[in-house]
């Protein structure tokens, strides 16, 4: 009797290791219920209304941010996309929103509970990342490429770096103003506008590959020959998805 006791006894933190095993998986990434996360209650009105021209919840499904991953959204400004994606990526995740230079809005913004996984980046657009950000899940690049063609940017060496600081299967989302295929990179200070052929040949160029698109801010009406921020109809906007083999 007593040495049965003894063996149940050895037994019981064996059993209580293995129960804990099957009550606690191990995380995986998943993907977010994105509509849900938009109805949260502490998003503002401000960021609801530009809701209305972004379509978040559809920018998020073609970016595809899951739980845990790490982020890099670039040309942060003050902090739109960059919340998206910490939301999206939640406490387990890490996002980190460039600048080239200091953004009061952004500061501002980091200090809401949403912006607990962020971390500001202040670096070149052609040096986003430096030696301390590696590894990423995913990077974004909303409605800012277009700005690289008109400043002191290197976009050779910015599509460079966005490539090196992705893991293997790692994706880059862009999502900009369309400008007519002939304008190609030289209507970004004028129009606020880039071809998209013209962006996914240099983007292609760094060694990504071109693996979607998404239609939900094209608008064949525009004639995409007005600056963004007064045209009489709304923008013709691209989004597209590259990988890194």
Request: charged share 25%; proline share 6%.
């Amino acid at each position: 009797m007593l040495t049965a006791c003894l063996h149940r006894a050895r037994a019981l933190p064996r059993l209580l290791a293995l129960s804990l095993l099957v009550l606690a998986p191990a995380t995986v990434a998943r993907a977010q219920d994105y509509a849900a996360l938009m109805a949260a209650p502490d998003r503002t009105d401000a960021d609801r209304q530009t809701d209305k021209r972004r379509d978040p919840v559809q920018l998020l499904t073609a970016a595809g941010p899951k739980t845990g991953w790490k982020v890099l959204d670039m040309g942060a400004g003050a902090g739109y996309s960059t919340e998206l994606m910490a939301r999206s990526v939640g406490p387990t995740g890490k996002v980190y929103g460039q600048n080239d230079k200091d953004s009061e809005k952004f500061a501002a913004r980091l200090k809401t509970p949403a912006m607990a996984n962020v971390t500001p980046v202040v670096r070149p657009f052609d040096d986003p990342a430096g030696a301390d950000i590696h590894d990423l899940d995913l990077i974004t690049f909303f409605f800012a490429y277009h700005d690289t063609t008109y400043m002191e940017v290197d976009r050779a060496k910015m599509n460079k770096a966005m490539f090196n600081a992705l893991k293997s299967g790692g994706f880059l989302v862009i999502a900009d103003h369309s400008a007519k295929p002939e304008d190609g990179a030289t209507v970004g200070k004028t129009y606020h506008r880039i071809a998209e052929a013209t962006l996914k040949q240099e983007v292609e160029a760094a060694g990504f590959k071109l693996v979607g698109s998404a239609d939900f801010l094209r608008h064949p009406e525009d004639t995409r020959t007005n600056v963004v921020f007064r045209n009489p109809t709304p923008v013709d906007e691209f989004v597209l998805r590259f990988q890194k083999p």
